[in-house]
């Protein structure tokens, strides 16, 4: 039956038929051929499988994103990105890297500054004289510091699929490896923009302007605290956080700014309800999936084959990042989670790795999958967005990803860089 | 003659479809914000809301499911399909999309026994039948059949509605064709 289940799978998937419905029709094929279950077991894990009152922490943080996307105040982000940070060689590549962590703060995924924020850098960039390749490869990869910077959705349905992480704990587990990935960009920006000799920058702000931007940038940078304040004070649940968040942008929109209004705002709220359908359909078609998996005992006999191999826990570690790094070049972001966390979860246990920091060089390596071909959803989106050759975009991205490679290899050898947060503010198990 | 009143009927589905998800989010939206209210200000939160409101993200993803199809959102790996030829490319899409329907057509129908099998059992907090929440399963994979039926000519050659949000490059507003 497993055999089944991974021929269905793959074949399907290689054929190009959508993700989610690849899993969902695995399980199903499995469960009718296999006999063994009533086949009303499908529409009950599909139901089942999303069922769930954290989850809905994933609708309401796609919408507040997009309710602040819409609002326009992206534009005063990147103003004051800008006055910041414009007037360093390779200013606008800086810009970007910053705009890219604050938008961070507010949206909880990757694909959403992309869109977002990246293709807007993106043009401003290559308008200022730097080549498209190169703002694109930019923009494709500081998107991927929003799902590691909280919030994250990507975060959000890990700690579902794993009772031994909270989300608040990954979220803070997120701070520090989103922060070297900000540094780590903007370096490599600053090295490629001396090379190629990109040295436009912006005039220095004198110091009122920089200080009305930030005034009025600073609405969508309350957002972040909001958030992050309200769970970490135990005031809200995530889900409840997201809610606030959701509404504190509407508030924003419609009576602060005064750019929503009913008509804008309802599109908004399609258009999220749209993106998140795509989202927890994964979420839900895995959820027959995974349980046909753990059903087969496949996670079990992953555990134990690697533990016959090594017993060494580094060892782990590396065996883990090479296959989820494999996953995340071939797979989507979150059917790739959805499906390896409950297969390579037991080896935590097994092998006595901190929960926490194992979860964080999962989420990692698998957002840099995000921008590593084939299957490369940023880029996709960067290479539509800003009309450039997607072989010419991953030429131009190769220095960013090596850099995120780094990155990634420093989060999996010094484990307190992800650890140490939640654990000073008592978050970590 | 024919045509048009198949178009209209198109364009009337995805309206209605569209409407339907975004009432649906805002008052997911609406009870879990008073929740949040209501427990700080006065004290206390209805668990009725926190269950309507997680049996309402399900309706949004199954009824939303064929709309985000229709606006090529739901991922795919196509770099092997894109090596095939034109014409064997567009057999193979067809061959994708007939396996939706069926998929969709069997979900729905083992989605009917789930209903008649959760109609004898009740839910924590509403006490409602479970059969109740259960229909978006059946509901949401019929909607999402005719939507491939509609939507199947386009579905093969990847010609995605253009719902998606547009980014204007220099005032960051978000417009829509």
Known sequence: ??????????????????????????????VLVGGKFPALVVPQHLFNGISSFPLMAVPFFVLAADLMTASGITGSLMRFANNLVGHIKGGLGHVNVLVSMLFAGVSGSALADAAGPGAIEMTMMHKAGYDKAYAGALSATTATIGPIIPPSILMVVYAISDARVTVAGLFLAGVVPGLLLGFALSATNHWMSVKKGYIFRSRRPSLSELGKSFVSAAPALGLPAVIMGGILGGIFTPTEAAAVAVAYSIVLGCLVLRTLNIKRLMDVFVQSGVTSAAVLLIVSMASIFSWLLTLLQVPQRIAWEISNLTTSPAVVMLLVAIVVFLCGMVIDTLPALIILVPVLGPLVDKFNIDPLYFAMTVVLNLTLGLVTPPVAPVLFVISTVGNIKFEDLVKAAIPFIVAEILVLGLVILFPPLSTTLPRLLGFAR | MARSKWQ????????????????????????VFANVVTRYCLGFSIAAAE?????????VTYL???LALREGRLASIDVLQDRLPAKLRSLLRMGLGMVMVVFFLLLSWYGVGLVVLGWSQETFALMIPRGIPYLVVPIGSLLFVAHSIFFFRKWVRKDWDRNLAEVHPDTGEISRE
């Open chain 2, 64 to 66: 939303g499911a064929g």
């Open chain 2, 8 to 31: 209209a009927v198109n364009a009337g589905l995805v309206r209605i479809n569209r409407g339907c998800i975004g009432i649906m989010l805002c008052a997911m939206f609406l009870m």
């Open chain 2, 51 to 59: 269950e309507i409101s997680t049996f309402l993200m399900i309706w």
């Open chain 1, 1 to 30: 039956m497993s055999a089944f289940l991974f021929l269905v799978f793959f074949v399907t998937l290689a054929a190009g038929l959508p993700v989610a419905i690849s899993m969902g029709a695995a399980g199903m094929a499995s």
